[in-house]
């Protein structure tokens, strides 16, 4: 049995080395808005450690949340905190992570990436699973690797089909 009463994913928490330059990414290129900040936080006590996970010492300058059109909201964070690990991991590392957004029409939205500077990564992948296809692009972008640490992919709503497969 899952957690009782679940109704879906509120939000998704994404520490990065700066957050204006992961806001300016994910609101000027991806499209989304902020819906709120708060900061600074930091607690004498240990708080941080208790409800966090981190440092007692730790302090996050500032928390950003925005939201993305439909689905969870993306939520930003930038610590200051004594031996912080700032090595981006890759997806295949434990820790490495993606976020991925449906669009309408996926050229447009990877000739958008482009003009905006972002490498996209390879063609679109088919990738059929139990009757559903879908299409996914992957893009890279030095700027926001640094600034997000994670790649970002797009699973186009208008590609995603139903097929019939023979060997179901």
């Known amino acids: 049995m899952g957690l009782p009463g679940l109704a879906g994913a509120e939000h998704i928490g994404i520490t990065v080395p700066d957050l204006e330059a992961a806001t300016r990414f994910f609101v000027d290129v991806i499209g989304c808005k902020v819906a ?18 981190v440092d007692p010492r730790s302090k996050i300058t500032k928390l950003r949340m925005l939201k993305c059109a439909n689905g969870p ?14 090595a981006v991991p890759q997806n295949s590392d434990v820790g490495g992570h993606h976020v991925g957004f449906y669009v309408a029409d996926l050229d447009a939205a990877v000739a958008h990436l482009r003009l ?23 893009f890279d972008r030095m700027a926001s690797r640094a600034a997000l640490g994670s790649a970002v992919t ?9 097929v019939s497969r023979s060997d179901a």
């Open 36 to 53: 709120f900040e708060v900061g600074p936080f930091a607690s004498a006590d240990d708080w941080m450690q208790e409800h966090l996970g």
């Open 73 to 86: 909201s993306i939520e930003l964070f930038e610590y200051d905190v004594k031996d912080q690990k700032k």
């Open 116 to 138: 905006h500077g972002v490498k996209v990564l390879g063609e679109p992948t088919s990738i059929v699973s139990k009757g559903t296809l879908l299409y996914r692009r992957t």
């Open 154 to 162: 797009f699973l186009p709503s208008c590609r995603l089909l139903a």
